[in-house]
């Protein structure tokens, strides 16, 4: 009447599993008064007087059951959250990686994580030893972004929060790590600045274009009426107005293809080995 499901075939159980055992312990829910139940851890004992009876101590475990729930809850929030999640202790050894961890490091198992030192992990180990140091010194929770390098040896960009471990003394015993892919963020970030560098230059561009094409038209068309009325035999001047006149026709038509550019490439000025990409050496492709 007291412990649901209880029957004769369970008691019957019960003692012959303690002519050997000296306790037997089950869960079972048990049932109040007023009708409603709860959880409850129950040891049966065997007490030999008289006649031989059974003892039962009961203990609700209610409260138990809520911390055992709430811990499965967490723990299958943290196995499926997209955010990589990692436990490690003061020696910055990992015990603990979530699936997401496995996934951004390209790993194919927690096997071949746990063990290691995080800072494994990473591309800026000054950075994460000045991380790790901020973080067990109780300085609070540190954020920031730092390069990571997976199995495959590939680069990539993550978000980290850290934060001290912590028992039910408040002593440290180890670190907490959150991490959030920021790949594609920086990408899409790099693309608008280049966009925006983009829009910059053709800009100025145009402006450049416009303020240099009157100069040049009137340099045109001066050159054109000094070749038509100069009485000269100097076959050198000649030669410098013919130059001249060609120079000019050659930066009209630069001005009128730079005013009609619409994607920004740049192309190398001078053909040599060394330092041929710098900055120094490119000029705006047209």
Known sequence: ??????????????????????????????????GTYFPAEIAVNKLRAQEMQLCFFVRDITIRRQAEEMLRTEHNAIQNAGNGIAVADLEARLEYVNPAVERLWKYDGADQLLGSDIRGLFVESAKVDGM????????????????????????????????????TDGEPIGMVF??????????????????????????????????????ATVLLANLGIIQKRLQTDDDMVKDLIKTSLEASETMGEILHRLNTVNEYKTTQYLEKTEGSDSPENRILQI
């Open 1 to 34: 009447d007291i412990i649901s499901g209880v029957d004769e075939h369970l008691i019957k159980t019960l003692c012959d599993n303690l002519e050997n055992e000296r306790y037997t312990l089950i869960q079972a829910y048990c049932l109040r008064k007023d």
């Open 178 to 215: 959150s991490f959030v892919d920021i790949s594609d963020r920086k990408r899409a970030e790099e693309a608008e600045r280049e966009a925006e560098r983009n829009k910059v230059m053709f800009e100025s561009v145009g402006a450049a274009c416009h303020h240099l094409g009157q100069p």
């Open 132 to 167: 790790i140091q901020e973080v067990l010194d109780g300085r609070g929770t540190w954020s920031g972004e730092i390069s990571a390098r997976g199995k495959d040896e590939v680069e990539f960009q993550i978000q980290v929060s850290a934060a001290c471990n912590k028992n």
